[in-house]
């Protein structure tokens, strides 16, 4: 290649460079349970189920602490989900007796917490602000103070609710792997995603798309096992 063409394919990748950082959103810094970063440990009152004699029990299930910074200009509203990224793909050996669930064995994600139209000018929730207790079904899939609920995970397998709102962590006893808790919250460009009734994470990122300005997440681990690792 010669010179002029090195200086061409040079500016050529500089431009497609710059051009790809641009289409990305602008990051939003998130913070979990007053100041609890990634790869720190759930408290467990914000957990669904916790340890126990018997592998586990109900948990407090208090909704999580959640701050972020200020999006960039033309925010109009917020979105948040909560999801596990380490739940067993094999649904059959949870809390089985007798069945020990490998921490390489596969896995696949679970959500535990949605929320859309969040307002401008709300950047944190407090904690219990979406969720203390367990109540049956969960909560009611409404709009609040600090935004719109949609269905967490346990809607496609309990039948007694809505299942809105927070639901804490509750890996299994048997899984010896810590699972990691990843809350996501999205910047948009509308007052509101135009979404409603038993809407999911899937829903939420499907009308999100060509509205987000920034985005950002943190984690937190969990698990019931003493004996389960990262």
Not at 154 to 174: L, T
Request: hydrophobic share 40%.
């Amino acid at each position: 290649m010669n010179n002029t063409a090195t200086v061409y394919a040079a500016a050529f990748a500089c431009a497609l460079f710059a051009t790809s950082a641009m289409a990305l959103p602008d990051a939003l810094r998130v913070e979990l349970a007053a100041g609890t970063l990634h790869g720190h440990e759930l408290p467990t009152a914000n957990a669904s189920c916790v340890r126990s004699a018997a592998g586990s029990a109900p948990g407090a299930n208090r909704s999580l602490a959640v701050k972020w910074t200020i999006g960039p200009a033309g925010t109009r509203s917020y979105a948040l989900t909560m999801v596990d990224l380490d739940v067993p793909a094999d649904l059959s050996t949870l809390n089985k007796a007798g069945t020990v669930i490998a921490a390489d064995a596969p896995r696949m994600e679970f959500v535990h917490w949605v929320l859309a139209d969040i307002p401008k000018n709300v950047t944190a929730l407090a904690e219990t602000a979406d969720g203390d207790g367990q109540p049956q079904g969960g909560l009611p899939l409404e709009r609040t103070s600090h935004g719109l609920r949609g269905q967490n995970g346990f809607a496609a397998f309990m039948k007694d609710g809505p299942y809105g709102g927070y639901m804490g962590p509750c890996p299994p006893w048997n899984d010896e792997r810590v699972h990691r808790y990843r809350v996501t919250v999205y910047a948009l460009d509308v007052d509101s995603l135009g979404i409603s009734g038993a809407f999911t994470r899937a829903d939420l990122l499907k009308s999100a798309q060509g509205h987000v300005l920034a985005t950002g997440s943190a984690e937190v681990d969990y698990s019931v096992n003493s004996a389960a690792k990262n």
